[in-house]
């Protein structure tokens, strides 16, 4: 688990995070299963296709009928960078940070986030596990840490 | 295309209202014997105007600044990096299907806001801001994975990447509108501080305040403004969704393949017709993506074709002759009508002897957001 460095300050149409409740987002599952450790998608009930990121619609096929199944919590870096400068407001304080790509494990899927790690020793291929992040107002987020192969 | 205008490009002691009304007068002042009573349309050009200027319904708000009443057509096109050149081509359909006789395009952004990070934060909303954005994605991040795996895929250096940084900074120091109008070396541009890794300042464009401005006849009506009429001959345009992880690739951009594919043939020409291009260099990696997206240079041998200086003027193509993006800054709305600018100005013999090429075919080129949009027009003058 990473806990947010400080509780940010920002206005909402500064506030990157989404808003997470029921009634807020037709998604909010996704938040709940986020808020017990467990990273989740949606999948068509209809093509059985796996759609990142969560959705209502189906782009394949149309349908609206979507199940929650788990992802794989750990994969491999697919790209990274470790950014310097130039961090958008609400997030000064947390450079110089690693955003990355991750290809989770035994699928084609990638999904980017944080990666939490020693940057100097981070490569591409490296192996890595989801971990939440808590904001201090309670909304929750996800970023990657790495760990031993 | 009957006539251009630019504004001085940079850290502007401006506003967006200003910059637009300095673009009008670079306009109408190149256009002198056109009234402003005959433009019928006007195509506004801006990017993030909510978000860095406060002010929504842009297009009325530059229709005031220009003193223009459009009684035709008024829009204003938003598309991040291409939202210029998509006036630009929103006014050529304009013209082209009868609904305008004479169009105005003006490109134009407001960027540098007392607190920077906010800007950035507008930036980071250009990717999907809930997925993507949240993790500090910036257009910087994005290009330096790019960057990454084109280095690990094909072994592009760090030397290669400088180079084009170089090349731009060359051309852009013969241009008094640009944002940074200086020669680097490379030793500059690898030693300069640190964006976002291996991306480093000189690798990436300028977060710029300007405008650029073009005037738009049919043909039957362009002689009566210039004997050097430049004409829209060919566009494409191809795109995919937003999401960074859904790309097909980072290292290959199909949608640019098939962007530049269907422009070429639309105008019934090859890429080795062309004798200029403007090509969308948001960062030295994208160039170099570019050559070969642009059939010039095998996949994966794009660094291999700025080292041989083939988009140097007298090499195979030359490109951003202007200064491109890194040598100018990327005032968003604004870019894409300012390469069409320099076509023109190339065309007729307004630019300096330095970075003259003439010529009678050009291509420009834009990308937007991730890389996962791209528009091109192919512009001619009869020689
Ligand atoms: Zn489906």
């Keep these: 688990m990473v806990e947010a460095k400080a509780e940010r300050r920002v206005p909402y149409l500064l506030d990157f995070y989404p808003l997470q409740g029921e009634e807020h987002t037709r998604i909010h599952p996704f938040f709940q299963h986020l808020q017990e450790g467990r990273l989740t998608t949606t999948r068509c009930t ?83 596990r989801v971990t939440v992040e808590r904001l201090a107002d309670g909304r929750v987020w996800f970023r990657f840490r790495t760990v031993e192969a | 295309m009957v006539g251009t205008g630019l504004t001085h490009w940079g850290v502007r002691k401006a506003t967006l209202k200003e910059l637009a009304q300095e673009a009008g007068k670079a306009l109408f002042d190149d256009v002198d014997n056109l009234p402003k009573a005959e433009v019928d349309s006007l195509f506004v050009g801006t990017a993030l105007a909510e978000r860095l200027a406060f ?23 938003e598309l991040a990096c291409v939202s210029g050149q998509l006036a630009m081509k929103m006014a050529y359909m304009a013209i082209a299907t009868g609904l305008s006789d004479i169009a105005a395009v003006v490109g134009v952004e407001k960027m540098n806001l007392p607190d920077m990070a906010e800007t950035q934060a507008s930036l980071a909303a250009i990717l999907d801001r809930e997925w993507e954005g949240v993790a500090g994605m910036t257009a910087p991040p ?50 300069s501080p640190m964006v976002s890794t291996p991306l480093r300042l000189l690798d990436s464009s300028g977060i710029t305040d300007g405008a650029a401005a073009v005037m738009l006849a049919g043909e039957d009506r362009a002689r009566e403004f210039t004997d050097t009429p430049v004409y829209i001959e060919g566009a494409g345009q191809a795109a995919t969704g937003n999401l960074t992880v859904n790309l097909p690739s980072l290292t290959e951009w199909p949608h640019m393949r098939r962007a530049v594919r269907d422009a070429l043939s639309m105008a019934g ?32 041998k794009g660094g291999q074709f700025i080292e041989e200086g083939q988009s140097e003027i007298g090499g195979q193509l030359p490109m951003n002759t202007r200064g491109g993006l890194l040598g100018c800054g990327h005032p ?23 970075r003259y090429v003439g010529g009678t075919w050009a291509l420009t080129h834009n990308l937007s957001g991730n890389a996962n949009n791209h528009s091109v027009l192919v512009l001619h003058r009869d020689s």
């Design chain 1, 46 to 128: 209809a093509c059985g296709e796996v759609l990142w990121q969560p959705r209502v619609v189906c782009p394949h096929c149309n349908a609206d009928e979507m199940e929650w199944v788990d992802l794989p919590q750990v994969g491999e870096i697919f790209a990274f960078t470790s950014v310097q400068a130039g961090a958008p407001k609400g997030m000064e304080e947390d450079l110089p940070f690693v955003v990355g790509i991750v290809t989770l494990k035994g699928t084609d899927m990638q999904i980017l986030a944080r990666i939490e790690g020693d940057e100097e020793s981070l490569e591409i291929g490296q192996p890595v």
């Design chain 2, 55 to 77: 002010q929504s319904y842009v297009a009325p708000m530059v229709a005031e600044q220009l003193g223009i009443h459009p009684t035709r057509m008024l829009a204003r096109t």
């Design chain 2, 332 to 354: 968003l709305g604004a870019t894409g009508v300012a390469q069409v600018v320099e076509v023109v100005q190339q065309f007729t013999g307004q630019v300096p002897q330095e």
């Design chain 2, 142 to 191: 994005y290009f330096a994975m790019v960057a990454q795996r084109h280095m690990y895929e094909y072994g592009t250096t760090r030397e290669q990447l400088g180079l084009v940084s170089v090349k731009n900074h060359r051309f852009s120091a013969t241009n008094p509108y640009a944002h940074f109008p200086k020669e680097v070396s490379l030793d500059q541009v690898l030693n």
């Design chain 2, 269 to 300: 020409v090859t890429i080795q017709d062309m004798d200029l291009a403007e090509v969308h260099d948001c960062f030295s990696i994208s160039e170099i993506i570019e050559y070969e997206e642009l059939g010039l240079a095998e996949k994966g």
